[in-house]
């Protein structure tokens, strides 16, 4: 198994700023994710960073607009930069240990 | 892309009533997952299914991938109050990641 955290667990920010999500386990994984869900709404993928190489990120998301660090197997970043009303929603990241994926708490951000 | 969806978006049942929800996938998958979410909270793996036609039961659940793997289905038996949230499956095709569905929200009235 695997015990996410994440920082901050919410915040209010202003348009035009960044937000810095941190995500650390307590093990070492190879994969982790980062995900989006709107209230109400289903998970959507973001981007797949894997310690030591660029991240992979899907359809709709660029590295401008979402960096993301993997600085080692326990930990990664995710920036949303320039942030809109549109940004507003909740960040997840999670790890595959084995068959299984874990979830953090999440981070609630609302841009206002 | 691939596509998974999910049905019904809703369901509510009285307790002691069974609950199934539905997964379907636009195309052939390697595996599924099946998640719980209640709500305020995040996402929690329940299991995985990776044979055609695999049947898997945890007490009150029975988890269940066709024959040709692209659908899947989740019966929970005699619905507790404590099943109260919302399931998502998420499927993954070959060499992809996982793509959610859309989740099915399940409400128990006492």
């Known amino acids: 198994s695997a015990v996410i955290s994440q920082k901050p667990s919410r915040d209010i920010c202003q348009r035009g700023t960044s937000l810095t999500i941190q995500c650390q386990v307590d093990?070492?994984?190879?994969?982790m994710f980062w995900y989006r869900q709107q209230p109400g709404q289903s998970l959507t993928l973001i981007a797949t960073?894997?310690?030591?190489?660029?991240?992979?990120?899907e359809s709709g998301f660029v590295i401008d607009k979402f960096p993301i660090s993997r600085p080692n197997l326990t930990f990664s970043t995710l920036t949303v930069s320039n942030m809109s009303p549109e940004d507003s929603s909740i960040y997840l990241c999670s790890v595959e240990v084995g068959l299984e994926q874990y979830f953090g708490p999440g981070t609630r951000l609302t841009v206002t | 892309g691939q596509q998974v969806m999910q049905i019904p978006q809703y369901q509510h049942v009285q307790e002691g009533e069974d609950f199934t929800t539905y997964c379907n996938s636009s195309t052939t998958l390697s595996n599924i997952q099946w998640y719980k979410q209640r709500p305020g909270g995040h996402p929690v793996f329940l299991i995985q299914?990776?044979?055609?036609?695999e049947v898997k039961k945890q007490k009150r659940l029975t988890f269940q991938f066709g024959e040709a793997k692209k659908n899947s289905s989740l019966h929970i038996t005699a619905t507790q109050t404590t099943d109260v949230g919302t399931y998502f499956c998420?499927?993954?095709?070959?060499?992809?990641?996982?793509?959610f569905g859309p989740g099915t929200r399940l409400s128990v009235l006492p």
């Open positions: 998420a499927g993954r095709s070959y060499g992809q990641n996982f793509v």
């Open positions: 093990s070492q994984v190879t994969m």
């Open positions: 960073a894997n310690q030591g190489s660029e991240a992979t990120y």
């Open positions: 299914l990776v044979k055609s036609g």
